[in-house]
């Protein structure tokens, strides 16, 4: 097909007094022309050129010397560096260190054992610890785990402990978010130009929010939790240019299933991807949340998105701490770039077993599912469940394999009892859930994403196939090795739960 480019709109953004940012933010291209198309992508274009540059004044890291990426400013910034390139080994001044009651055990102990029983963190406001994965479980060793935590946080006086200790009510328990990634969101740890790390692989979902997120291994958390910093290497960065009007029956996760699918689960390992262009500054927060989160399933260091006005509104009232955005220089280097056209693509799922094996949803139309799962810190938040809803209200009818719903957080949960569905006449997600005979919206948690204990909730017992909105499908992820995970977005999986089989949501939204 003939190739297009359009040229990204600038954007203006809002001054804020949490935040300082240059007033001429501009998007230019300079396109070379070499461009690839993949045969995989029948109506899709994908173009690796020149890199897009942004105009705009330096960030304060001090006397710049040369251009650098989002992600490079960010490091020197934390480092203390005027410039840096990729490669570089510095010592990194941590924002934020997150752990949780699979990981944070671990991290602990190894803190105790290098630092000293009586040793005391290196600052107990910038330590979050947020019990998520295995919480409402009769397991007790899963159980014992997020005691290990509470006796930490009590002994440490850690400010940012969010605890559970009724396990029959999740309600009971006012201090109980879920997921950990999308509760540091809600609770305003995320800011932009800061630097979070987390012991989770998914810590990347922050960098939607415009700073370096990545995960860390224990080790690595037992010692920031003892010194603040962390020894990393700057990583190069590839850059995803998204631009044209995003149609009603594509979300974020498509996106970056089609990204994944382009550059293989390999194919940014320890690199750092940068998404640009008028689709992304389009997207809610919640959807750049979705489309960082899944960085790493491409093997990547981190995700980000510069931050505009969509990320200040979102960050009102969430956190006080001033925070300084960057974003690329004009003259940045970047290791490569593709862009999209986003109008042209289609609803994409991956089959099993790989995040990369990407496939239109339409061609898997004779795939029988035996159930769908709505949730996870990719597709367990607010808008996920809004657009699941919002398929099940356009059909009128009833799932045909089971529907399970599991909200990341308690706001989430809230919201989905609360919020209005956008031409429902007033119906929030519950009350159309429920019509549609889903199963009742679960306690907010990781549940089956992950597999865990053999009484989580949604878990895959059996060798069943399940079109679910979380992010790995490798075998046993969700429990059974031998389960077949499609991994789509709510949309598709919505779709999906009411044929008894892979479908295309155009099939009810058009």
């Known amino acids: 097909m003939a190739f297009s480019l359009i040229a990204p709109t600038s954007t203006s953004f809002l001054h804020h007094k949490n935040f300082i940012l240059p007033s001429d933010f501009s998007f230019t291209s300079t396109i070379s022309t070499h461009r690839c198309h993949k045969s995989a992508s029948k109506k899709i274009f994908c173009s690796i050129a020149a890199p897009q540059q942004l105009q705009h004044r330096p960030s304060t890291t001090g006397s710049v010397k040369k251009a650098m990426t989002m992600t ?16 570089d080994n510095v010592w990194v001044n941590v924002d934020i260190l997150m752990t949780h009651d699979v990981c944070g055990p671990g991290s602990i102990g190894i803190f105790k054992r290098e630092f000293g029983e009586d040793a005391k963190v290196w600052d107990r406001e910038k330590v979050v610890i947020i019990p998520d994965h295995y919480i409402f479980t009769s397991d007790e060793r899963a159980n014992r785990n997020v005691d ?46 800061e630097v979070l790390l987390g012991t989770d692989s998914h810590t990347c979902t922050a960098g939607a929010f415009g700073q370096f997120a990545t995960g860390i291994g224990n080790t690595d958390a037992g010692f920031v939790l003892g010194a603040g910093k962390l020894l990393l290497k700057v990583p ?45 500054e389009s997207l809610n927060m919640e959807e750049r949340m979705t489309l960082c989160n899944m960085a790493i399933e491409a093997g990547g260091k981190n995700g980000i998105v510069p931050a505009d006005s969509t990320t200040y509104k979102y960050l009102e009232g969430k956190t006080s701490l001033s925070y300084e955005p960057v974003y690329s220089d004009q003259q940045a280097s970047f290791l490569s770039e593709y862009r999209f056209d986003v109008s042209k693509l ?17 061609e898997c139309k004779d795939v029988k599912i035996d159930r769908a799962y709505i949730g996870s810190c ?19 009818k009833q799932v045909k394999v089971p529907t399970f719903l599991v909200p990341a957080t308690q706001k989430v949960w809230v919201d989905i009892y609360s919020i209005p569905v956008p031409g429902s006449g007033g119906k929030t997600c519950s009350q159309i859930f429920e019509e549609a005979g889903c199963d009742t919206p679960a306690s907010p948690s990781c549940a089956a994403c992950l597999g865990g204990p053999k009484d989580t909730y949604g878990r895959l017992n059996e060798p069943k196939v399940c079109v679910s909105t979380t992010n790995r499908n490798f075998p046993g992820r969700m429990g059974h090795k031998e389960g077949e995970i499609y991994l789509a977005s709510p949309y598709t999986a919505a779709a999906s739960a009411l044929t008894g089989f892979v479908t295309d949501p155009r099939e009810f939204l058009q």
């Open 236 to 280: 190069p960065t590839l850059r995803f240019v998204m631009d044209g009007e995003m149609p009603n029956y594509l979300l974020a996760k498509d996106l970056i299933l089609q990204i994944i699918g382009e550059i293989t689960v390999s194919g940014a390992t320890y690199k750092s991807l940068e998404f640009v262009g008028t689709t992304i």
């Open 72 to 87: 490079e400013k960010i490091f020197a910034r934390a480092s203390e560096k005027t410039h840096l390139s990729p490669g």
């Open 346 to 362: 289609e609803p994409l799922v991956a089959k099993p077993h790989s995040p990369d094996n990407r496939a239109l949803a339409r």
């Open 378 to 396: 990719t597709g367990g938040k607010t808008e996920d469940f809004m657009a699941a809803a919002k398929v099940f209200l356009a059909s009128g």
């Open 148 to 193: 290990i935590l509470r006796d930490f946080c009590n002994e440490q006086n850690i400010k940012y402990f969010y605890d559970i200790k009724d396990l029959s009510n999740f309600k009971a328990n006012p201090d109980y978010k879920g997921v950990c990634h999308v509760a540091l969101a809600q609770e305003g740890h995320c800011r932009p130009g």
